[in-house]
């Protein structure tokens, strides 16, 4: 009845796939597998309507249930580093940091160059609240 729907659900499942392949953003694989079953319904002769439908709904429920969960332990793009460890430890400064300029601290037995929004003397002891680049972000703990 319909034979170009099942030519048009096999190239959309086709090209949907490539794109996947190309970008690997999670997106378009989605797109891929909700033309299955339209397509599978375009072989049974199922009405137009019903096989748009049937995508549709599927397309969507993929993007929004499962994607999120297939991106949280597919992250690509995120280095961790051992120095994230860094936060939250004492460090001790060694050389002055005010608001304009850049200090130095020892955090163990390793110097890093540090930046706070307040000025911090030499021998005051500071926690490490972040890291910004190769700088860590510290905060005065005695006062």
Same mark, same amino acid.
């Given at each position: 009845?319909?034979?170009?729907? &099942?030519?048009?659900?096999?190239?959309?499942? #086709? +090209? $949907?796939?490539?794109?996947? %392949?190309? /970008?690997?953003?999670?997106?378009?694989?989605?797109?891929?597998?909700?033309?299955?079953?339209?397509?599978?319904?375009?072989?049974?002769?199922?009405?137009? &309507?019903?096989?748009?439908?049937?995508?549709? #709904? +599927? $397309?969507?429920?993929?993007? %929004?249930? /499962?994607?999120?969960?297939?991106?949280?332990?597919?992250?690509?793009?995120?280095?961790?580093?051992?120095?994230?460890?860094?936060?939250?430890?004492?460090? &001790?400064?060694?050389?002055?940091?005010?608001?304009?300029?850049?200090?130095?601290?020892?955090?163990?037995?390793?110097?890093?160059?540090?930046?706070?929004?307040?000025?911090?003397?030499?021998?005051?002891h500071v926690r490490i609240l972040d890291i910004e680049g190769a700088k860590l972000i510290v905060t005065v703990i005695d006062k």
């Amino acid at each position: 009845m319909l034979d170009y729907m &099942i030519w048009f659900w096999l190239g959309l499942f #086709v +090209i $949907a796939l490539v794109a996947e %392949l190309l /970008t690997s953003d999670m997106i378009s694989i989605w797109f891929a597998l909700a033309a299955l079953p339209s397509f599978v319904l375009a072989l049974a002769g199922a009405h137009i &309507i019903v096989q748009i439908v049937i995508f549709i #709904v +599927i $397309a969507f429920a993929l993007l %929004l249930f /499962t994607r999120p969960v297939v991106k949280k332990y597919m992250k690509t793009n995120e280095i961790k580093t051992n120095a994230e460890a860094l936060i939250g430890q004492q460090a &001790i400064c060694i050389k002055q940091i005010t608001p304009d300029t850049i200090g130095r601290v020892k955090v163990q037995y390793i110097e890093w160059s540090a930046i706070s929004k307040e000025t911090i003397e030499v021998g005051q002891h500071v926690r490490i609240l972040d890291i910004e680049g190769a700088k860590l972000i510290v905060t005065v703990i005695d006062k």
